[in-house]
């Protein structure tokens, strides 16, 4: 779903930088339309079972269902939150810009990742995704 036409001065300021620093002068902010959590979870199941199959850990937190498949609004305290525009200079259309729009807890993933817990973390179609499963791998001793 595309909004409307926007210059670049009424965004937020850290997006106005950015998109400026591409050559645009307005932007159309793109938010993906609702869907609902089945159909999240199967266009996620999907795609991991096509890119993340060869992690350690993966095929069998699919077969024995410790994979866990949230949204990334699900753990706000990550700050896993992404922005895309379509980007336009003189009224034409110039191009697209997709890039962070949270403040990644770092510390927080590291942490989790100590735990022994592989996390996958994106956008797939403008839907923000944290995906988790064991992978013993990753452990650290205490």
């Given at each position: 779903?595309?909004?409307?036409?926007?210059?670049?001065?009424?965004?937020?300021?850290?997006?106005?930088?950015?998109?400026?620093?591409?050559?645009?002068?307005?932007?159309?902010?793109?938010?993906?339309?609702?869907?609902?959590?089945?159909?999240?979870?199967?266009?996620?199941?999907?795609?991991?079972?096509?890119?993340?199959?060869?992690?350690?850990?993966?095929?069998?937190?699919?077969?024995?269902?410790?994979?866990?498949?949230?949204?990334?609004?699900?753990?706000?305290?990550?700050?896993?939150?992404?922005?895309?525009?379509?980007?336009?200079?003189?009224?034409?259309?110039?191009?697209?810009?997709?890039?962070?729009?949270g403040n990644f807890n770092k510390d927080l993933y590291?942490?989790?990742?100590?735990?022994?817990?592989?996390?996958?973390?994106?956008?797939?179609?403008?839907?923000?995704?944290?995906?988790?499963?064991?992978?013993?791998?990753?452990?650290?001793?205490?």
């Amino acid at each position: 779903m595309r909004g409307p036409l926007t210059k670049l001065t009424d965004l937020p300021a850290a997006d106005a930088e950015k998109l400026r620093a591409l050559g645009a002068d307005a932007a159309v902010k793109v938010t993906a339309p609702d869907i609902s959590d089945d159909a999240f979870r199967a266009m996620m199941l999907e795609y991991g079972k096509q890119h993340w199959t060869g992690l350690e850990g993966f095929s069998e937190a699919l077969a024995n269902g410790t994979l866990k498949i949230q949204r990334a609004s699900d753990v706000p305290e990550l700050g896993l939150s992404h922005v895309q525009y379509d980007l336009y200079k003189d009224g034409n259309m110039v191009g697209g810009a997709f890039f962070g729009s949270g403040n990644f807890n770092k510390d927080l993933y590291l942490q989790i990742q100590a735990q022994g817990i592989r996390q996958a973390t994106g956008s797939i179609n403008g839907y923000d995704y944290y995906v988790t499963w064991p992978d013993a791998t990753l452990a650290k001793a205490a």
